[in-house]
Each structure stands twice: as structure tokens, then as C-alpha cells.
């Protein structure tokens, strides 16, 4: 356990399946490029301040030890690739179901 | 209060799905089976929760929760764990079909 705990977590929890789900549908996704955007932009905005109040309250609380130590906006750095890779995950989990669903396939 | 965790996480990601879903009922409920496809997903990846509490990346305050853990992970992290990716899903299900509709035009 090392200041790397937390982005290890997210990259085997997060970020490996959301690459495994590109590699294989890569082609679909690409196409909606401009709707991750709006996606990250409205998680990152709205979690923000969720968090920072959470983490401030002592709702909950981050280990120095387990964190890079590299705050940004009062809360680790960890917690935007959390936004923002679970985001990418959900939402790219979500627009390969949708093709399925609504076109039967791959286009 | 025992309530706050819980709170915290219901009252923000209902808000949310209330702001997303306002324009895109017909077709979000067309797609209701893709999310809760999502939030079971999201129920499983809250499994995860588990490790991260055991290496101490993160912890709670816990006189602010229900106290009620299940897999060593608390009850209201599966409530959020089912929400949010359904949250997400919604917003890039709508974001994508106003995109494919530009497209046609």
C-alpha cells in the first residue's frame, strides 16, 4: 500500500474495463466523442461540490498516505479521474446497450 | 445524524436524474431496461467499495451512516452505486440521440 492505493483501485475498478469496452467497440463510440464531453463537464460540476462539502464535513475522509497528496479545488486529485472515469465507463457501458438496443447491433 | 450519508447521496443524484429526465421521459423510458442494466452494474462495482475500506484509501464518519454494511460495504454506497450510473446513462442516451437526430437533419 502506497501513495498510488487509490489510482490502482480506480484503474482496475474504472479505467481497465472502460479501455477493454473501447477495444472492442471503439468504432461506435468515437462517433459521440462531443457527448463525453458534455458527460465529464456536468459530472465534474456537479460532484464537485457534493464532494467537497462531504469530505469537508467529515462525511468521509481520504488517507494522505493512500493519495498522491496533489489537492486540486480542496479535494485529491484521485476524485476527478473518479468522476471522470466512472463517467467514461457508465456512459460508454451506456451507448453500446443503446446501439444494441435501438439498432439491433453494430452500425 | 445517522441519515446524513444516506442524504447526502439520495437528495443530490435524484435532483440530478429529476433534471436530466425532464426533457427525455419517452425516450429515457424507452431505455429503461439499458439502465437498469447500468445500476445492476453499478451494484456489483460497489463491491469494490470493500478493498478500498480495507486499505484505508478512503473511510466514513460512521455515526453518519445507517450503520448497515453488506459485503463489509455500507448500505446507502449501493444506492448510490445503483443511481449514478443510471444518472450517467440517461445524460449520454439523451447527449447521443440529440447528436444522431442533428446528424439526420
Known amino acids: ?107 | 445524524m445517522r441519515l446524513t450519508y444516506f442524504l447526502s447521496n439520495f437528495i443530490p443524484v435524484v435532483l440530478a436524474l429529476m433534471v436530466i429526465w425532464r426533457n427525455g421521459l419517452p425516450l429515457l423510458r424507452k431505455c429503461l431496461p439499458i439502465l437498469i442494466i447500468l445500476g445492476t452494474l453499478g451494484v456489483v462495482n460497489a463491491l469494490g467499495e470493500n478493498p478500498a475500506l480495507h486499505w484505508g484509501i478512503w473511510s466514513y464518519n460512521e455515526p453518519k451512516t445507517l450503520g448497515i454494511k453488506v459485503f463489509g460495504v455500507f448500505l446507502e454506497t449501493y444506492i448510490y452505486c445503483f443511481l449514478v450510473p443510471i444518472a450517467i446513462g440517461s445524460a449520454a442516451i439523451k447527449f447521443a440521440d440529440r447528436q444522431d437526430a442533428k446528424r439526420k437533419k
Open chain 1, 1 to 107: 500500500m502506497n501513495h498510488y492505493t487509490y489510482l490502482g483501485w480506480l484503474f482496475a475498478l474504472a479505467i481497465l474495463p472502460s479501455l477493454l469496452v473501447w477495444a472492442f467497440k471503439w468504432r461506435q463510440l468515437i462517433v459521440y466523442r462531443k457527448v463525453f464531453l458534455y458527460c465529464f463537464m456536468g459530472s465534474v460540476l456537479f460532484a464537485t461540490p457534493w464532494d467537497y462539502w462531504a469530505t469537508h464535513s467529515w462525511l468521509w475522509h481520504f488517507s494522505p498516505d493512500r493519495t498522491v497528496n496533489v489537492h486540486f479545488l480542496g479535494l485529491p486529485l484521485e476524485e476527478y479521474v473518479f468522476f471522470i472515469s466512472y463517467t467514461f465507463l457508465y456512459a460508454s457501458l451506456a451507448l453500446v446497450l443503446r446501439n444494441r438496443y435501438i439498432n439491433g447491433g453494430d452500425k
